[in-house]
T-cell receptor
Framework: ELKVEQNPLFLSMQEGKNYTIYCNYSTTSDRLYWYRQDPGKSLESLFVLLSNGAVKQEGRLMASLDTKARLSTLHITAAVHDLSATYFCAVHNDMRFGAGTRLTVKP | KAGVTQTPRYLIKTRGQQVTLSCSPISGHRSVSWYQQTPGQGLQFLFEYFSETQRNKGNFPGRFSGRQFSNSRSEMNVSTLELGDSALYLC???????????????FGEGSRLTVL
């Protein structure tokens, strides 16, 4: 059974700091997705990573994919309060989502 | 461009009742998938429809069912409701069906079901 594991599950950061969220998955997949969910809201697509070595950046967020290591990372640079949300990675082979990383950015 | 629309947004039911939720995908999207989100189990895939056919199904009991119409709108039904069915039910649409495709998902706001 495909497993998608995110860590950390909870992350409290100071504004201006950098941090990385990790997403490990247990089966072969050449594509991975990142979504953001604000409290009480739906999910919003952030990144679609379609091949090994793929790197995408949007503002203070950068996502990468290493299919050989079955690992994707979501790097946060100089965090700001607006980034506070829950971030999910997903492997669409089996429509399996990670448990989510709840990020809180404090002033 | 209109997004994915789900109705109703909130509903309260009692155990044993049934419920039907509706989802209208983004225009031109032919794939609709459904998810259950709970604090304990997280996001779990229910099923996916493409061109009126169920393409994939998650690990849920037969009380959970769905269908898709010729205009790509989809409904899901839960019969004989249990307390544990209380959840946020999310619908998502994508251009292509089948998970092997590059199917970026666009989610609706969800239907929050409370079972008493």
């Amino acid at each position: 059974e495909l497993k998608v594991e995110q860590n950390p599950l909870f992350l409290s950061m100071q504004e201006g700091k950098n941090y990385t969220i990790y997403c490990n998955y247990s089966t072969t997949s050449d594509r991975l997705y990142w979504y953001r969910q604000d409290p009480g809201k739906s999910l919003e697509s952030l990144f679609v990573l379609l091949s090994n070595g793929a790197v995408k950046q949007e503002g203070r967020l950068m996502a990468s994919l290493d299919t050989k290591a079955r690992l994707s990372t979501l790097h946060i640079t100089a965090a700001v309060h607006d980034l506070s949300a829950t971030y999910f990675c997903a492997v669409h082979n089996d429509m399996r989502f990670g448990a989510g990383t709840r990020l809180t950015v404090k002033p | 461009k209109a997004g994915v629309t789900q109705t109703p947004r909130y509903l309260i039911k009692t155990r044993g009742q049934q419920v039907t939720l509706s989802c209208s995908p983004i225009s031109g999207h032919r794939s609709v998938s459904w998810y259950q989100q709970t604090p304990g189990q997280g996001l779990q895939f229910l099923f996916e429809y493409f061109s009126e056919t169920q393409r994939n199904k998650g690990n849920f009991p037969g009380r959970f069912s769905g269908r898709q119409f010729s205009n790509s709108r989809s409904e899901m039904n839960v019969s004989t409701l249990e307390l544990g069915d209380s959840a946020l039910y999310l619908c998502a649409s994508s251009r292509q069906g089948g998970f092997a495709n590059t199917g970026e998902l666009f989610f609706g706001e969800g239907s929050r079901l409370t079972v008493l």
